[in-house]
């Protein structure tokens, strides 16, 4: 029904760049929000970013300033823009995306993540 791609994830050194892509395909009729959470080891999983529909963004207290998150101008793909990476940033980023199907009617709203890529910052 909806699918996710992700991609970007790799290992990179201290104070490096990295973006993550999240490409959202299938029945959808809007979506609501887009996100970005990871899990780093020995953590519980945390939110890191999230755009909402008319455009209002989150972010962790601990990415503020680093990181960035957009979307392309289909509004279906999602972008982490990730500079200035520290050792605490490694963890596995999953994407999720929250909206309304267009498959039933009346609409359902639906949720899901992207399998998870690895980010890891490391000398």
């Known amino acids: 029904q909806v699918q996710l791609v992700e991609s970007g994830g790799g290992l990179v050194q201290p104070g490096g760049s990295l973006r993550l892509s999240c490409a959202a395909s299938?029945?959808?009729?809007?979506?609501?929000?887009m996100g970005w959470y990871r899990q780093a080891p020995g953590k519980e999983r945390e939110l890191v970013a999230r755009?909402?529909?008319?455009?209002?963004?989150y972010y962790a207290n601990s990415v503020k300033g680093r990181f960035t998150i957009s979307r392309d101008n289909a509004k279906t793909t999602v972008y982490l823009e990730m500079s200035s990476l520290k050792p605490e940033d490694t963890a596995v980023y999953s994407c999720?995306?929250?909206?309304?199907?267009?498959?039933?009617?009346?609409?359902?709203?639906?949720?899901?993540w992207g399998r998870g890529t690895l980010v890891t910052v490391s000398s």
């Open positions: 999720n995306v929250a909206g309304l199907s267009s498959r039933t009617i009346p609409r359902r709203p639906f949720e899901v």
């Open positions: 299938g029945s959808i009729l809007s979506i609501n929000t």
């Open positions: 755009v909402a529909d008319g455009g209002s963004i």
